[in-house]
């Protein structure tokens, strides 16, 4: 078979000869199935499904207009499917030439021997075989080419997924764009030719105008970038206070991240890397940081982002989206996205999810000083020593049905997950004697976990958690309901602990309020324009109603555009979005939450929504209470 030089440029051709080769295989190993060894089941299910993705990616690709020769999108996207195409073809044409050279590993022979002693042969050389077989191009057995094969249709799936969310973004992106532009011009004709008399001079007035509506709309979006600035971690050196992204940074590799608006500083010279994801941290301050190379330093540094305007809070969590998307595409079209701050994963349902680290609360405080941790589950007490560190961390996933199962139905992209883990490692023993030893331990807490600091023991409990003991046999044990008590060497130590768990808790509390959920439904979502709840006015707002399917409660979030300003309500069970949506009739006051995000901090106030009627809620009894300053 010929080999396919598509330079990193897509072409459908291509993809659709590189399907039919999956199939092919996959039709080769499945002729007499029945007698087909097992050894095969998972391949030839694997194959089709590679087949499958390709068929799926060469429709999305056609839909978008990429014509049959070359393809049409952007650079860097180019790129990342290219790679991700060129490892698949590579994987099955060496896969191609092992069943070429072994033709008793083809099932179909086995119906070429009438006698039953010929065939038994046969299966005696296909097992003695299978074993001495460099399966893939890096010489790798039978276990690898299956690890390969779900790596290549993760990646797949995950870049079709991708590129519906992309291409979903960018035509929301080009409509809030025209509608941008219509109020522009229709606040032009306002000030410059309502009432303005016809007159033999309008002609040249209305060029004029033209012209300075013109210019003054380019100035104005250029005054009203979204901004931030940057400090090194370590240190909080100010590097620029007035910085914004390279508009090429998603497109090309390689290009600098920042930008320098405040004209001090041109030397920002940094430069995306693998690990490179923005990652809220849990500090007062709206604060995420980014690992990235310094080309002046040789050497990779810790950034930290802030001071972004609350207008473009939303703006500013979009990048952070996009990037981790891009950053897992780019993962998967080489190493398979499998680390701590990014990997692909596939659950019960069949569908496949990117996991991408969303928010991480410091440990500094406490990690070198952990005594041992108590499991206490079922009266029974398990105590885990040796802590060689830990973490804690929270994760936003984006689902990827299988290909069989993919419709037309909305990508929602990434969402948050509903648990925090706290991540801890043990130290590694010399002997290894001991295969029951846990060498990993995953705790996960949600908003509502009850944690208590205990003074006495110098430690911190969490009550009726769930998580995953890996064991160094590397099986592993789930953990349901259990108390988990982390002992400190000092009452400092725990205090360290103690907050940083309570400030991811009220991380995962502001989420709560403020989006849908992985796994939680849509059960209403609607456009309602500028309202007024209480003395918050949302401008350009959304109303969603989203149920969680485990404790069945609703809530309905009122959201502005600029991504600042959240009011959040808490429904009976037959309530319905259809509160929002026009109509003369009122509802009774609800509980409610109110949540205003600025440069310095995030205030939560809980108080009566107030009466419903019409796209608005007025105010009925004020019922205030202040809940926090996140």
């Known amino acids: ?310 207008a473009y809070i939303a703006d500013f969590k979009s990048f952070v989206a996009e990037l981790a998307l891009v950053q897992g595409l780019r993962a998967s079209s080489t190493t398979g996205a499998s680390s701590m701050l990014m990997y692909t994963s596939v659950r019960g349902d069949g569908c496949g999810y990117l996991s991408v680290l969303n928010t991480q609360s410091d440990t500094a405080g406490f990690r070198q000083e952990i005594r041992s941790i108590t499991i206490t589950s079922n009266e029974l007490r398990y105590i885990v020593e040796s802590i060689d560190s830990v973490q804690m961390l929270h994760y936003m996933m984006m689902m990827f049905p299988h290909p069989s199962e993919m419709t037309e139905k909305e990508n929602l992209g990434f969402l948050p997950c509903r648990n925090a883990e706290i991540v801890l490692h043990t130290k590694s023993t010399m002997d290894g004697s001991d295969n029951g030893d846990i060498t990993q331990l995953i705790v996960q807490f949600d908003h509502l976990t009850v944690v208590d600091e205990i003074g006495h023991t110098q430690g911190v409990l969490l009550k009726g958690v769930t998580g995953k003991a890996y064991l160094r046999n590397d099986e592993h044990l789930d953990i349901h309901q259990a108390d988990i008590e982390l002992t400190f060497t000092s009452h400092e130590a725990a205090a360290s602990c103690w907050s940083s768990v309570n400030s991811l808790q009220r991380y995962l509390f502001l989420s709560y309020l403020q989006y849908q959920r992985l796994e939680e439904i849509t059960s209403f979502r609607s456009n309602i324009g500028d309202v007024m709840i209480r003395d918050m006015q949302l401008l350009d707002a959304q109303a969603t109603v989203v149920q969680d399917p485990i404790t069945n409660g609703q809530r309905m979030i009122v959201s502005s555009k600029c991504g600042s300003k959240f009011v959040t309500m808490i429904l009976s069970s037959a309530a319905s979005g259809s509160l929002l949506v026009g109509g003369s009739g009122t509802a009774s006051n609800l509980p409610a939450y109110f949540i205003d995000i600025n440069t310095e901090r995030t205030r939560v106030v809980e108080q009566s929504s107030g009466v419903i009627s019409s796209f608005a809620l007025l105010p009925e009894e004020d019922t205030n209470m202040s809940l926090c300053d996140v």
């Not at 990429?66 to 991700?84: Q, S």
């Open 1 to 310: 078979m010929r080999t396919i030089n598509m330079s990193f440029r897509i072409s459908i051709g291509d993809i659709l000869v590189i399907s039919g080769l999956a199939y092919s295989i996959g039709k080769t190993l499945t002729a007499g199935r029945k007698s087909a060894p097992a050894e095969f089941g998972e391949v030839q299910n694997q194959l089709f499904a590679i087949s499958n993705a390709l068929k799926l990616l060469s429709a999305t690709l056609r839909q978008e207009g990429v014509p049959n020769t070359e393809g049409a999108v952007e650079p860097e996207e180019d790129e990342i499917l290219g790679r991700m195409v060129e490892n698949c073809q590579t994987t099955l044409q060496h896969l191609d030439g092992v069943l070429k050279s072994y033709p008793e590993l083809r099932t179909d022979i086995d119906k070429e021997y009438d006698d039953e002693t010929a065939r038994k042969r046969w299966r005696r050389q296909f097992k003695e075989n299978i074993k001495k077989i460099k399966w893939t191009a890096e010489g790798a057995d039978l276990d690898k080419l299956r690890q390969n094969l779900a790596t290549h249709i993760n990646a797949l799936n995950l870049a079709i997924a991708a590129r519906g969310c992309i291409q979903t973004g960018r035509t929301k992106a080009q409509v809030d764009l025209v509608h941008g532009m219509l109020g522009e011009i229709h606040e032009w004709y306002l000030n410059n030719l309502k009432n303005v008399p016809t007159t033999p001079g309008r002609s040249k007035a209305a060029n004029s105008g033209s012209a300075g509506y013109c210019a003054s709309s380019k100035q104005g979006r250029s005054e009203l970038e979204l901004t931030f600035s940057v400090n090194l971690d370590i240190s909080n050196h100010s590097l620029c206070v007035k910085t914004a992204f390279n508009p090429d940074l998603l497109r090309t590799q390689g290009t600098r991240i920042f930008r320098c608006l405040c004209g001090n500083h041109d030397d920002l010279d940094y430069t995306l890397l693998p690990v490179s994801l923005l990652v809220r941290l849990t500090n007062e301050r709206p604060t995420w940081r980014i690992h990235a190379f310094s080309r002046a330093h040789n050497s990779a540094v810790s950034l930290l982002l802030s001071n972004m305007p609350s």
